[in-house]
T-cell receptor, first 110, second 117 residues
Framework: DAKTTQPNSMESNEEEPVHLPCNHS???????IHWYRQLPSQGPEYVIH???SNVNNRMASLAIAEDRKSSTLILHRATLRDAAVYYC???????????FGTGTRLTIIP | GAVVSQHPSRVICKSGTSVKIECRSL??????MFWYRQFPKQSLMLMAT?????????EQGVEKDKFLINHASLTLSTLTVTSAHPEDSSFYIC?????????????FGEGSWLTVV
């Protein structure tokens, strides 16, 4: 799995878009990019994942750089319920062993 | 959507006893499940990969005789903490990969709090 680097913390105002960056410069061609988030005392919640193309779902969008060495999770309109620790990870297809880093603690300001 | 369920959500046991935590995939089959441990204010640490019908693969530093993993069916993996000690108190979380469907989605359980007294 490629090592990922994320900022330790970020703040955003409620109802504003949030862009959470992640660097994965050693990613290989077959590695997927995964984003999960975790609220206190809960298991991680799946947010989104992708391989090469940008991805959208009801929770967020994932923008993947053309060289795939970085990606950005986009929350289009942050709410207080989006306050969590966000983890960016990579895994090789067929071996979905996810290694968690320290993640980004996102604080939403009312 | 897919759901992974853990039981119990909280358990307190006496030092020296064993405790079993179950992880079930409720609406999909999962040949592969994963077990993690998380201490307060820390990230998740992968303990082992559980494979249906074969032995689990443990991460470096994780004692396989202390953390017994059984994956007897395509929807159930169990983690047994044997001879538990207070330092085993932690939040244990499992995850499961859906065997079929949109590629590579992994779902996590709600976690199980273990307190050893």
């Amino acid at each position: 799995d490629a090592k990922t680097t994320q900022p330790n913390s970020m703040e955003s105002n409620e109802e504003e878009p949030v862009h959470l960056p992640c660097n994965h410069s050693t990613i290989s061609g077959t590695d997927y990019i995964h984003w999960y988030r975790q609220l206190p005392s809960q298991g991680p919640e799946y947010v989104i994942h992708g391989l090469t193309s940008n991805v959208n779902n009801r929770m967020a969008s994932l923008a993947i750089a053309e060289d795939r060495k970085s990606s950005t999770l986009i929350l289009h309109r942050a709410t207080l319920r989006d306050a969590a620790v966000y983890y960016c990870m990579t895994s090789n297809f067929g071996n979905e062993k996810l290694t968690f880093g320290t993640g980004t603690r996102l604080t939403i300001i009312p | 959507g897919a759901v992974v369920s853990q039981h119990p959500s909280r358990v307190i046991c006496k030092s020296g006893t064993s405790v079993k935590i179950e992880c079930r995939s409720l609406d999909f089959q999962a040949t592969t499940m994963f077990w993690y441990r998380q201490f307060p204010k820390q990230s998740l640490m992968l303990m082992a990969t559980s494979n249906e019908g074969s032995k689990a693969t443990y991460e470096q530093g994780v004692e396989k005789d202390k953390f017994l993993i059984n994956h007897a069916s395509l929807t159930l993996s169990t983690l047994t903490v044997t001879s538990a000690h207070p330092e085993d108190s932690s939040f244990y979380i499992c995850s499961a990969r859906r065997d079929r469907g949109p590629g590579n989605t992994i779902y996590f359980g709600e976690g199980s709090w273990l307190t050893v007294v």
